[in-house]
C-alpha cells in the first residue's frame, strides 16, 4: 500500500525595500539628447517625401532652436533646475555595469532596483555645443548636431533596492561602476568611442564642487542660459558665427525666425 508523502513545507523568505539618497557630480561634460520635438512630430504624423522644391525653401538646421530643443525641461518653477535627465538613464547605467562586475546580473538588477521620479534635477549651466555626426543610413552621411552641453553638472539620486537581496554596499559600487564605465547622456562610454556624460558619487555636504555646481548653476541660471546660449569651445563659436552671416547674407532671417516660432 502506498504510502502517502507529507509535502514539504514552501518558505518564501521576506523582501522589503530600502531607499538611499547619493550625490552625483559629473567627471566629464554632459551632453543632452532629447529627441527634437520636430523629430517627434514626425513618427507621429509623418509628412512623407518632400519634394526638391520644398527642401531648398526650407532650412535644414537652426542651431539655437535645436540648442532649445535638446535637454529634458523640467516644467515646475519651484523645482531647483530647469534641466533633467530621465530617471531611467542612471538605472540603465547600472544595468549595463552589471555586466562588467562578477555576482551582478543585468536582468536582476533591472528588477531589485530603481532611481525614483521621472526627472533627476540636474544642476550646471548649459553651453551650445556643435559637433559633426555620422548618420544611421549605410552612406554614414555627416551631419551636424546642435545640443546642449553642461560642462561641470551634479545631481542627488534617490536608488530604492529590494533587501536582503541587494545591500547598500553593492547599490553603491553598481552605481560607481556606471559612472565610471557607463555615463549618461549622449556620446557616453557605454556607446562606443564617446567619453561624455561620467560621474562619480560623493556627499553632497562634504564637497564644495558640488556645492557651487548647484549654486552657480540652478533653475533661474539655466533658464537664462537657454535663452541667450553661448557656444561652448572655438569650434561651435565658429560654426556658429558663420551660420549667423550666412543667413544674413542669403536673407533667410524671415524665414529663421517664422520657422523657430
Not at 74 to 84: K, L, V
Not at 119 to 140: E, W
Request: proline share 6%; charged share 25%.
Amino acid at each position: 500500500m502506498a504510502v502517502s508523502k507529507t509535502p514539504d513545507n514552501i518558505v518564501i523568505q521576506s523582501v522589503d525595500t530600502n531607499t538611499i539618497r547619493v550625490g552625483i557630480r559629473g567627471s566629464r561634460p554632459l551632453i543632452n539628447h532629447r529627441l527634437a520635438q520636430k523629430a517627434r512630430q514626425e513618427l507621429l504624423m509623418p509628412q512623407g517625401r518632400r519634394t526638391n522644391a520644398e527642401r531648398a525653401s526650407s532650412l535644414k538646421h537652426d542651431p539655437v532652436a535645436e540648442f532649445q530643443a535638446s535637454p529634458y525641461t523640467i516644467r515646475d518653477e519651484n523645482a531647483p533646475t530647469f534641466i533633467g535627465i530621465p530617471a531611467s538613464a542612471f538605472k540603465g547605467a547600472m544595468m549595463t555595469a552589471a555586466l562588467r562586475l562578477p555576482g551582478a546580473k543585468k536582468t536582476e538588477i533591472a528588477q531589485l532596483l530603481w532611481v525614483e521620479g521621472d526627472l533627476v534635477p540636474i544642476f550646471g549651466v548649459p553651453k551650445l555645443f556643435m559637433a559633426v555626426t555620422r548618420s544611421s543610413d549605410m552612406a554614414r552621411t555627416p551631419d551636424v548636431r546642435t545640443r546642449a552641453l553642461i560642462e561641470e553638472w551634479a545631481a542627488e539620486i534617490e536608488i530604492t533596492y529590494a533587501t536582503p537581496l541587494l545591500n547598500q554596499t553593492s547599490v553603491l559600487n553598481l552605481l560607481t561602476a556606471a559612472g565610471r564605465f557607463c555615463g549618461v547622456g549622449d556620446w557616453r562610454p557605454e556607446k562606443g568611442k564617446g567619453t561624455f556624460g561620467q560621474f562619480v558619487i560623493t556627499h553632497v555636504e562634504e564637497d564644495p564642487i558640488w556645492q557651487r555646481i548647484a549654486a552657480e548653476g540652478g533653475r533661474a541660471v539655466q533658464v537664462a542660459a537657454m535663452a541667450e546660449p553661448v557656444a561652448y569651445d572655438e569650434e561651435t563659436e565658429e560654426l556658429l558665427s558663420w551660420f549667423d552671416a550666412e543667413i544674413n547674407a542669403r536673407g533667410k532671417v524671415t524665414q529663421l525666425r517664422r520657422e523657430a516660432a
